[in-house]
């Protein structure tokens, strides 16, 4: 049963909580990867559909000003809102929305190349829920191991995270 584009942050909270970690306090990649997994297959109702590319998935990395510069692993859904505005007026767009798990790190060299130009995210992928979505989960779960940066920082432990709902368009 699809669940309102407004719950969606709060369903993955619920799916962190089930696996005993609170959204502000993980402390494992791996589990916090487990439950995106599993809520990039909840459908969500009041997005744009698959043609539009109206419920996708990224997964970021870097130092980013708004986290003092410390080094950051991000797991994102994307949202085309479609219950925004007028749908008859000829310029009408959705509201992109952004529910975003944030982890933060401590330094190490390690991961000192992590905000290397060539990669700092996977771009936004469009796969369908269901099979489609768990095997492109899987070939993002490969390349981010075959970076010896991420490779290091996903068996690290967060020193801090957020997780959070937001208008990104």
């Given amino acids: ?6 719950s969606s942050a709060d369903i993955f909270a619920q799916l962190l909580r089930q696996r005993g970690v609170e959204p502000d306090a993980v402390r494992d990649v791996q589990v916090a990867w487990e439950a995106f997994g599993e809520f990039l297959q909840v459908e969500i109702e009041g997005v744009e559909g698959p043609e539009e590319d109206g419920d996708g998935f990224i997964v970021q990395w870097g130092r980013w000003d708004w986290n003092d510069d410390e080094p950051a692993l991000s797991f994102g859904r994307q949202l085309a809102v479609s219950q925004a505005g007028e749908r008859d007026d000829p ?9 975003e798990l944030q982890l933060i790190f401590r330094e190490d060299p ?32 490969q390349f981010l191991e075959s970076f010896p940066p991420l490779a290091a920082i996903w068996r690290a432990e967060p020193i ?3 997780l959070t709902i ?4």
């Fill in 160 to 162: 801090r995270s957020d």
């Fill in 166 to 169: 937001e208008r990104v368009g």
């Fill in 110 to 141: 390690a991961w000192a190349d992590l905000d290397s130009p060539s990669h700092q995210g996977t771009g936004v992928d469009f796969d369908e829920i269901g099979v489609p979505r768990s095997v492109a989960l899987e070939r993002i779960r």
């Fill in 91 to 99: 310029h009408w767009q959705p509201e992109y929305w952004q529910v």
């Fill in 1 to 6: 049963m699809p669940i309102p584009w407004r």
